[in-house]
């Protein structure tokens, strides 16, 4: 669990070493095993932006926290990935241990589904969690639950954002995921911006490029319960529903999918 988020992931083995493929360990080891795994896969949208961000502003994958919040000096067991997310695995077998969340606003435990204030707190340790923190304000995109080949797991995506007010703001770009064809142009990108407001959260959109086409996009609100939300003027409907991360699943504001259609005039279409 302290890696899966890493760029690189794999169990590291040798010839004549004992067996460490997942299935060689206990029926529950597997089961936690599984669900990083798959969780990981998940965030592979948010992890392939954070590499199309390292090639083109040499901004690295992980992060200690003074990248970010200047100051943070000192914390060597816990780091962030990307802007949004931060992660403080155990590497000790400890009952707990402590972390610190920088900044003045409060982060989200995806652990619990609590909004926690900026500090430092006391974890504690349960063998099918790991905590793992959104700041306030955050959009992270990741792929839908079904197994799909890279092109349609970049293009068909969900965009999960955690927020108590603090606007939030992400690019996302996405192409084939597989050759260098975004080189010569095929990659489209997206700026998504969100607000709280009293209404409901307000979701806008521009088009940067359109090189790969449109995009399927379902929204989720974590923080408070709402009802609707408006996406770029229009009023949306929104449905109560539930995604684990690390810990137990926890309760969000779904919409249903949207698709962005872009036409060759430089204007972009949504439909349901």
Not at 59 to 81: A, C, E, N, S, V
Not at 187 to 203: C, F
Not at 245 to 271: P, Q, V
Request: net charge neutral; aromatic share 12%; hydrophobic share 35%.
């Amino acid at each position: 669990k302290c890696c899966f988020l890493f760029p690189f992931m794999r169990n590291h083995s040798m010839f004549g070493s004992r067996a460490q493929e997942p299935w060689a360990f206990s029926p529950r080891a597997l089961h936690i095993i599984r669900h990083y795994i798959r969780l990981r896969y998940r965030l592979l949208p948010y992890l392939y932006n954070l590499f199309m961000d390292q090639e083109e502003l040499g901004d690295p994958i992980l992060r200690p926290l003074l990248y970010h919040y200047p100051g943070q000096k000192g914390l060597d067991d816990q780091f962030m990935i990307g802007p949004d997310l931060m992660h403080a695995p155990f590497l000790a077998e400890t009952p707990s241990r402590k972390v610190h969340l920088p900044g003045r606003r409060p982060w989200f435990e995806l652990c619990s589904g609590e909004w926690i204030p900026s500090g430092t707190v006391e974890v504690h340790r349960k063998s099918m969690e790991s905590p793992l923190f959104a700041r306030d304000g955050a959009i992270v995109v990741a792929s839908t639950a079904n197994r799909q080949l890279p092109s349609a797991n970049l293009a068909n995506v969900e965009v999960h954002v955690f927020s108590q007010g603090c606007p939030g703001e992400v690019v996302y770009r996405w192409d084939d995921g597989e050759s260098f064809d975004y080189m010569g142009g095929k990659r489209s990108s997206l700026r998504i911006k969100v607000k709280m407001e009293a209404q409901g959260p307000t979701v806008d959109w521009e088009i940067l490029e359109r090189g790969f086409g449109g995009l399927r996009v379902q929204f989720f609100f974590y923080g408070r319960p709402e009802k609707s939300f408006i996406f770029k003027g229009t009023v949306l409907p929104l449905e109560p529903a539930r995604r684990r991360w690390t810990g137990k699943e926890l309760r969000c504001s779904a919409s249903d999918s949207i698709t962005l259609c872009f036409d060759s005039a430089g204007e972009g279409d949504a439909s349901d």
